[in-house]
Protein backbone atom coordinates (compact mmCIF):
# COMPACT_ATOMS: atom_id res chain seq x y z
CA UNK A 1 0.00 0.00 0.00
CA UNK A 2 1.39 3.36 -0.38
CA UNK A 3 2.14 5.40 2.30
CA UNK A 4 -0.95 7.21 3.44
CA UNK A 5 -1.42 10.89 5.02
CA UNK A 6 -0.67 11.23 8.44
CA UNK A 7 -4.14 13.09 9.35
CA UNK A 8 -5.44 14.78 12.64
CA UNK A 9 -9.24 16.00 12.82
CA UNK A 10 -10.16 18.96 15.24
CA UNK A 11 -13.32 18.75 16.56
CA UNK A 12 -15.48 20.57 19.00
CA UNK A 13 -19.11 19.39 19.30
CA UNK A 14 -20.97 16.20 17.48
CA UNK A 15 -18.53 14.82 15.80
CA UNK A 16 -20.59 13.24 12.57
CA UNK A 17 -18.05 14.63 10.25
CA UNK A 18 -15.63 12.96 11.86
CA UNK A 19 -17.12 9.69 11.99
CA UNK A 20 -17.06 9.71 7.96
CA UNK A 21 -13.64 10.96 7.88
CA UNK A 22 -12.61 7.95 10.10
CA UNK A 23 -14.76 5.16 8.00
CA UNK A 24 -13.03 6.85 5.14
CA UNK A 25 -9.86 6.30 6.33
CA UNK A 26 -10.78 2.43 7.04
CA UNK A 27 -11.63 2.30 3.56
CA UNK A 28 -9.73 0.40 0.87
CA UNK A 29 -7.85 2.67 -1.07
CA UNK A 30 -8.19 5.45 1.35
CA UNK A 31 -5.29 8.21 1.10
CA UNK A 32 -5.52 8.97 5.00
CA UNK A 33 -4.63 7.52 8.21
CA UNK A 34 -6.32 9.59 11.23
CA UNK A 35 -3.45 9.58 14.08
CA UNK A 36 -4.73 12.00 16.46
CA UNK A 37 -8.13 13.82 17.46
CA UNK A 38 -7.54 17.73 18.69
CA UNK A 39 -10.51 19.46 20.46
CA UNK A 40 -10.81 21.99 22.36
CA UNK A 41 -14.02 20.86 24.23
CA UNK A 42 -13.49 17.98 26.63
CA UNK A 43 -17.57 17.40 26.73
CA UNK A 44 -17.88 17.10 23.04
CA UNK A 45 -20.33 14.71 21.81
CA UNK A 46 -17.95 13.13 19.27
CA UNK A 47 -15.36 12.19 21.63
CA UNK A 48 -17.56 8.61 22.85
CA UNK A 49 -16.78 7.78 19.40
CA UNK A 50 -12.88 8.81 19.91
CA UNK A 51 -12.75 6.96 22.79
CA UNK A 52 -14.92 3.97 21.34
CA UNK A 53 -12.00 3.60 18.54
CA UNK A 54 -9.11 4.13 20.49
CA UNK A 55 -8.06 7.16 18.65
CA UNK A 56 -5.71 9.12 20.21
CA UNK A 57 -6.69 12.29 21.21
CA UNK A 58 -5.37 15.61 22.27
CA UNK A 59 -7.65 17.97 24.52
CA UNK A 60 -6.73 21.46 24.96
CA UNK A 61 -7.68 23.84 26.79
CA UNK A 62 -7.52 27.27 25.32
CA UNK A 63 -8.17 29.44 28.00
CA UNK A 64 -4.47 30.95 26.84
CA UNK A 65 -4.83 30.54 22.71
CA UNK A 66 -1.12 30.95 21.81
CA UNK A 67 0.27 28.10 24.66
CA UNK A 68 -2.96 25.85 23.30
CA UNK A 69 -1.82 26.31 20.01
CA UNK A 70 1.96 25.53 20.65
CA UNK A 71 0.57 22.63 22.67
CA UNK A 72 -1.23 21.80 19.54
CA UNK A 73 2.41 22.45 17.28
CA UNK A 74 4.30 20.43 19.31
CA UNK A 75 2.05 17.22 19.12
CA UNK A 76 1.55 17.75 15.18
CA UNK A 77 5.05 17.85 15.00
CA UNK A 78 5.72 14.74 17.20
CA UNK A 79 3.24 12.88 14.95
CA UNK A 80 4.47 13.42 11.76
CA UNK A 81 1.08 15.64 10.91
CA UNK A 82 0.77 16.64 7.19
CA UNK A 83 -2.43 17.23 7.19
CA UNK A 84 -5.43 19.07 9.48
CA UNK A 85 -9.18 18.63 8.78
CA UNK A 86 -11.46 20.40 10.91
CA UNK A 87 -14.75 19.46 11.62
CA UNK A 88 -16.82 21.66 13.05
CA UNK A 89 -13.50 23.11 15.56
CA UNK A 90 -15.24 26.35 16.68
CA UNK A 91 -11.69 28.04 17.79
CA UNK A 92 -10.09 30.09 15.27
CA UNK A 93 -6.64 29.13 14.53
CA UNK A 94 -4.06 32.46 14.48
CA UNK A 95 -1.78 33.59 11.81
CA UNK A 96 1.09 32.14 13.28
CA UNK A 97 -0.63 28.59 13.92
CA UNK A 98 -1.51 28.68 10.13
CA UNK A 99 2.11 29.62 9.20
CA UNK A 100 3.46 27.55 11.81
CA UNK A 101 2.27 24.39 10.29
CA UNK A 102 4.08 22.60 7.73
CA UNK A 103 1.10 20.92 6.62
CA UNK A 104 -2.74 21.37 4.71
CA UNK A 105 -5.09 22.82 6.67
CA UNK A 106 -8.43 22.24 5.55
CA UNK A 107 -12.45 23.21 6.83
CA UNK A 108 -15.78 22.10 6.15
CA UNK A 109 -18.49 24.42 6.12
CA UNK A 110 -22.20 24.38 5.41
CA UNK A 111 -22.64 26.92 2.60
CA UNK A 112 -22.17 27.25 -0.96
CA UNK A 113 -19.02 29.44 -0.37
CA UNK A 114 -18.32 32.51 -1.01
CA UNK A 115 -21.98 32.48 0.22
CA UNK A 116 -22.66 32.65 4.02
CA UNK A 117 -19.62 32.56 5.82
CA UNK A 118 -19.58 32.49 9.63
CA UNK A 119 -22.78 31.08 11.26
CA UNK A 120 -26.54 30.72 10.92
CA UNK A 121 -25.85 29.60 7.17
CA UNK A 122 -29.12 27.52 6.84
CA UNK A 123 -31.44 30.31 8.12
CA UNK A 124 -29.93 32.76 5.97
CA UNK A 125 -30.44 30.72 2.81
CA UNK A 126 -33.82 30.15 3.67
CA UNK A 127 -34.49 33.78 4.91
CA UNK A 128 -33.19 34.80 1.28
CA UNK A 129 -35.18 31.91 -0.28
CA UNK A 130 -32.14 30.27 -2.16
CA UNK A 131 -33.64 27.50 -4.76
CA UNK A 132 -30.00 25.53 -3.61
CA UNK A 133 -27.87 25.45 -0.05
CA UNK A 134 -24.74 22.99 0.22
CA UNK A 135 -21.33 22.64 1.52
CA UNK A 136 -17.88 23.56 0.78
CA UNK A 137 -14.43 21.90 1.57
CA UNK A 138 -11.86 24.54 1.31
CA UNK A 139 -8.18 25.16 2.49
CA UNK A 140 -7.80 27.28 5.35
CA UNK A 141 -6.57 30.94 5.26
CA UNK A 142 -6.15 33.53 7.85
CA UNK A 143 -9.81 35.29 6.85
CA UNK A 144 -12.73 33.08 8.17
CA UNK A 145 -14.07 30.91 5.75
CA UNK A 146 -12.56 32.30 2.88
CA UNK A 147 -9.86 30.07 1.83
CA UNK A 148 -8.75 28.48 -1.79
CA UNK A 149 -12.16 26.45 -2.54
CA UNK A 150 -11.55 22.63 -2.78
CA UNK A 151 -14.73 20.94 -3.91
CA UNK A 152 -18.40 22.05 -3.00
CA UNK A 153 -21.94 20.08 -3.10
CA UNK A 154 -25.24 21.66 -3.49
CA UNK A 155 -28.16 20.61 -2.26
CA UNK A 156 -31.64 21.31 -3.47
CA UNK A 157 -34.01 23.53 -1.07
CA UNK A 158 -37.59 23.10 -1.11
CA UNK A 159 -40.55 24.85 0.03
CA UNK A 160 -40.78 22.80 2.90
CA UNK A 161 -37.64 23.16 4.36
CA UNK A 162 -37.15 24.59 7.54
CA UNK A 163 -33.59 25.13 9.18
CA UNK A 164 -33.38 21.67 10.39
CA UNK A 165 -34.51 19.70 7.62
CA UNK A 166 -31.98 21.69 5.54
CA UNK A 167 -29.44 21.61 7.97
CA UNK A 168 -29.82 17.14 7.92
CA UNK A 169 -29.86 17.10 4.02
CA UNK A 170 -26.61 19.09 3.98
CA UNK A 171 -24.61 17.33 6.60
CA UNK A 172 -25.48 14.41 4.87
CA UNK A 173 -24.25 15.79 1.75
CA UNK A 174 -21.02 16.97 3.91
CA UNK A 175 -20.38 13.24 5.04
CA UNK A 176 -19.77 12.61 1.50
CA UNK A 177 -18.02 15.68 0.20
CA UNK A 178 -15.43 15.76 2.81
CA UNK A 179 -13.59 12.48 1.45
CA UNK A 180 -14.53 13.32 -2.03
CA UNK A 181 -12.13 16.92 -1.46
CA UNK A 182 -9.50 14.62 0.06
CA UNK A 183 -9.30 12.35 -3.05
CA UNK A 184 -9.37 15.39 -4.77
CA UNK A 185 -5.95 16.75 -3.04
CA UNK A 186 -4.12 13.42 -2.41
CA UNK A 187 -1.54 13.79 -5.12
CA UNK A 188 -0.70 17.46 -3.52
CA UNK A 189 1.45 15.26 -0.84
C1 LIG B 1 -20.91 20.88 10.19
O1 LIG B 1 -22.12 21.38 9.73
C2 LIG B 1 -19.75 21.58 9.53
O2 LIG B 1 -20.00 21.98 8.23
C3 LIG B 1 -19.56 22.78 10.42
O3 LIG B 1 -19.82 22.32 11.72
C4 LIG B 1 -20.70 21.20 11.67
C5 LIG B 1 -20.03 20.09 12.40
O4 LIG B 1 -20.86 18.96 12.54
N1 LIG B 1 -18.25 23.37 10.25
P1 LIG B 1 -20.26 17.60 13.10
O5 LIG B 1 -19.65 17.91 14.46
O6 LIG B 1 -19.23 17.10 12.14
O7 LIG B 1 -21.43 16.67 13.23
Same mark, same amino acid.
Given at each position: =???????????? +?? /????????????????? %?????????????? +???????? $?? @?????????? &??A??????? =?????????? &???? =? $?IL??????????????????????? @? +? *?????????????? /??????????????????????????????????? *??????????Y??? %??????SF
Amino acid at each position: =MEKRINTSVFIS +GR /GSNLKSLYKFSKSKKTP %IKINLIVTDNKDAL +GLKFVKKK $KI @KLLIVNYKNI &LSAEKLILKL =MSKESIQLIC &LAGF =M $KILTKKFIKSFKGKIINIHPSLLPKY @K +G *LNTHKRALKNKDKF /GGCTVHYVSSKIDSGRIILRKKVKISKMDTENSLK *LKVLRAEHKLYPAA %INKIKSSF
